[in-house]
């Protein structure tokens, strides 16, 4: 009976451990151009090889993501903040740049968090969503620095100031390069789709 009692425990921890997991998966869209034949049919992205876009979800199916608004700023103006953060489903994100969203290439990073950590994501999400903290600017925050800002208010990476954050984050592959070592280091699950045929994809 005593056997019985402490694997029905056991059993029970296990499944409430399972049912109190909760993830953040991190999202990259590769940064891409068409190849010389296909130049005609696919389209150009913003920033080619060096660009793609990054942005964060937590378990509502809604991607949070850092975007320009308006006219695009060469360096950050805080009293005029031509930027936003939406939310969008993950069709919607990886056909940002106008390509098939089942075509492109990406890399998905799931990341452990606590509940603690959740009502954090939770309440940034909200506050950047009703106004945004800063400009985006070419020398200034971006995709890549705007998450990297809210992974570190997280404690997942090392927290700086935005100055620091940009400088640091020029691009998203500059976020996707340490947070793929620390997903390795902490055997974090890491999905990846290979992008079509048709375009130059930026590598790891």
């Known amino acids: 009976m005593k056997l019985i009692t402490t694997l029905l425990f056991c059993l ?4 409430a451990y399972s ?5 953040l998966k991190v999202h990259f869209l590769y940064g891409s151009k068409p ?8 389209p150009k992205w913003f920033g080619g090889v060096l660009g793609g876009h990054v942005g964060i979800e937590s378990d509502s199916n809604d991607i949070l993501n850092f975007l320009p608004s308006g006219e695009f700023h060469l360096f950050s103006k805080q009293d005029e903040r031509n930027s936003r953060f939406a939310l969008h489903t993950e069709d919607n994100f990886y056909a940002m740049f ?3 969203p089942d075509s492109v ?3 998905i990073i799931y990341i452990p968090i606590s509940a603690l950590q959740k009502q954090k994501f939770d309440s940034i999400a909200t506050v950047y969503l009703n ?3 800063y400009d985006y600017a070419f020398f200034g925050m971006r995709c890549g620095a705007a998450a990297y800002d ?3 208010q997280l404690g997942i990476l090392t927290e700086y100031d935005y100055q620091k954050t940009y400088r640091k984050i020029f691009y998203p592959k500059k976020l ?7 997903a390795k280091q902490n055997d974090w699950t890491i999905e990846k789709h290979a992008g079509s045929i048709s375009r130059k994809w930026e590598k790891d």
């Not at 049912?19 to 993830?23: A, F, K, M």
């Not at 996707?176 to 620390?182: D, V």
């Open 12 to 15: 029970g921890s296990l499944l």
């Open 19 to 23: 049912q109190d997991t909760i993830y």
């Open 35 to 42: 190849l010389k034949a296909y130049k005609e049919s696919e």
């Open 98 to 100: 106008g390509s098939d």
């Open 105 to 107: 290439k990406r890399t």
């Open 131 to 133: 106004q945004t903290p």
């Open 150 to 152: 809210v992974l570190g």
């Open 176 to 182: 996707r390069k340490p947070l793929l070592e620390k």
